[in-house]
Each structure stands twice: as C-alpha cells, then as structure tokens.
C-alpha cells in the first residue's frame, strides 16, 4: 500500500460524497485526526477498516490499496446494472436498476446499451460555479437532435431533457466522477466517462 495514493484516494472520494473528516471518521469509528493522518499519507487505515471503508465508497478493497480508480470504479453498486428505454414514438425516457418489461404508447420497449462515443462524437465538459456545463456541436433540428443528458454516478442518476431547434446545452452538478450518456433521435444512446479536476476541462478515461 502506498500511503500517500491511498490517503489522495480517500480525500478525493470523502469530497465526492461532501462528507467532513468527522463524519467519516464517526461511521468508522475513529478519530477525525486519524482520518486527516491517512489523508496526508502519514498513516494507513488497520486492516480491519478497510472492508467498511470500501463499502462507504463503494470501491474495491484492491483499488483503495492501489489509491488509484479505473474505468469499471466509475460506477458501483446496483447503478453499473442501470438500463436505458426510450420510446420509439414519443421520446419518453425510463431508467430502471436492472432489466424490466417496459411499455409505452402501446409498445414493449427494448433496452438501449449505450456506446463509447468516438472521435467527434464526444460532447464538451468544463466546470462553471461547481455545476458540469455540457455543450456539443451535434446539430439540433426536429429530425435529427440530443433529447436528454445524463450523468450516471454510483448511487444516482441526473437526468436533463434537450429540445429541438434549442442549443445543446445543459448543466448538471459536479460530484467529482461518473458516466455521460446521451441518446441521439436517429442514432442511439452514447456514453463517456468523466473524471473531473475541478478548473480543468473533461479527462476521458
């Protein structure tokens, strides 16, 4: 375990889920100085706290010994199982935890697997006021449009509607990483992982 990565690591996720070293340290059972120890590298949880601490930041115990996140750590939990519906007729979107018999205007929908989106496919992230400002050049006509943006995180989803003829526009706050997906009208669900520095432009993972 190298100390200085792990305690960054658990920095990094205790402000993704805006908990003080205190809060965490209560739900361990340990002191808030213990907490502020590992952070600054000059210590390392016991053994015995790593299986809870995993839990609380719904990573895996080898990836907070590494002090590092991969791509398949974007999302924990139930919430890597979320799957996507839309309705061919009227736009409707439905996102359910696991796979499910959905229908709408008569019709059994299909579940939609997002795809990595591609060299220019991708849209454009930045922070502004501590909100995710989402924009892209996709064109936005009646036929041919983006028809919502969503950010996909380990225990949550946030969801914007987009609208025809209107800009490509969104924002969505910033809670430190997750996964962007967006449904183009004629070309299906697109995805992209985000794991944001605050100041700094979108890192894809």
């Known amino acids: 375990m190298d100390n200085t990565k792990t305690g ?18 209560d739900m361990l059972n340990v002191s808030d100085k213990a907490v502020s120890k590992w952070e600054r590298g000059m210590g390392c949880p016991d053994v015995s706290l790593l299986t809870e601490i995993s839990h609380v930041f719904g990573i895996e115990i080898k990836k907070l010994l590494e002090g590092e996140l991969g791509e398949k750590d974007i999302l924990g939990g139930n919430m890597k199982r979320t799957e996507f519906y839309v309705c061919p007729v009227c736009g409707n979107v439905i996102a359910a935890m696991a796979e499910a018999d959905i229908y709408c205007c008569g019709k059994k929908l299909e ?49 914007r509607k987009l ?6 526009q969104a924002r969505i706050p910033n809670v430190g990483r997750g996964r962007l997906i967006w449904n183009c009208k004629k070309d299906g669900l697109y995805y992209m992982d ?4 605050k100041g700094q432009k979108h890192k894809i993972i």
């Open 8 to 25: 960054r690591l658990i920095y990094k996720l205790r402000k993704e889920k805006n908990m003080t070293q205190r809060e965490l340290a």
């Open 111 to 159: 579940t939609q697997k997002p795809k990595k989106a591609g060299e220019g496919e991708e849209l454009h992230v930045e922070i502004i006021e501590n909100d995710y400002f989402i924009t892209g050049s996709h064109e936005m006509t009646k036929e041919h449009y983006i028809t919502f943006v969503a950010l996909l995180t380990g225990d949550g989803l946030m969801l």
């Open 163 to 168: 609208y025809p003829q209107w800009d490509l």
């Open 194 to 197: 985000l794991m944001i520095v």
